[in-house]
């Protein structure tokens, strides 16, 4: 199994390291071509914007094609405004992979970037969750499932093999969250 990492700007490396700690294969994804054989993919957090005028001619295209055929991906962040159906303020096309709309930096600005702990359904309690310039969920979509809410918005949801979130798992030591996309969304759903 092969996972790759959208590394066009944000926290591609440690995204990376995530993954490598339990022990699952990476690539960084720059070209169309860093796609093949890839079993799944994480858009990292950054500048939504950034990334979309930084992709190569026909990545996104490829990438939203391969959504829309079932290959899992996890964004965070960022990756989260650009999987969204709906972004406020968005001006560049998203790959319209989840059925959500997001308000981008809900959580604030930069200095007020937070540390907290949530509930996630699915991986359990005391999942530590680093927000910064965070979109919130605004709207959920029929099919989408909520797995962790702050502040009463959701900030962490499912819709098939795409799993967002607001916060950024990967600047924690924790692993239960890539853990979760690995076994519920790669591994599990390759073996239906």
Known sequence: ??????GLQGAVREHVR?????????????????????DGLVL????SSTMSLLGEDGIFELLKAKIHDGFPVFGT??????????????QLPGLDAIDIAVARNASGRQVDSFETTLDVDGIGPDVPAVFIRA?????????????????????????????????????????????????????KEENR
């Not at 962040?77 to 968005?90: D, N």
């Not at 093999?161 to 790669?186: G, K, M, N, Q």
């Open 1 to 6: 199994m092969t996972v790759g990492v959208l």
């Open 135 to 187: 979109p919130y969920v605004t709207r959920l979509g029929e099919t989408v499932t909520p797995m962790a809410r702050h502040d009463g918005f959701a900030v962490m949801a499912r819709e098939g093999r795409v799993l967002v979130a607001s916060f950024h798992p990967e600047l924690t030591d924790d692993l239960r969250v890539h853990e979760y996309f690995i076994e519920e969304l790669v591994k």
């Open 77 to 90: 962040c960022a990756g989260m405004i650009l999987l969204a159906r709906e972004a406020a303020g968005r």
């Open 18 to 38: 995530s993954l490598e700690r339990l022990d699952v294969a990476t690539r960084v994804v720059k070209r169309m071509e860093d796609l093949d054989g890839l």
């Open 44 to 47: 990292p957090g950054g500048e």
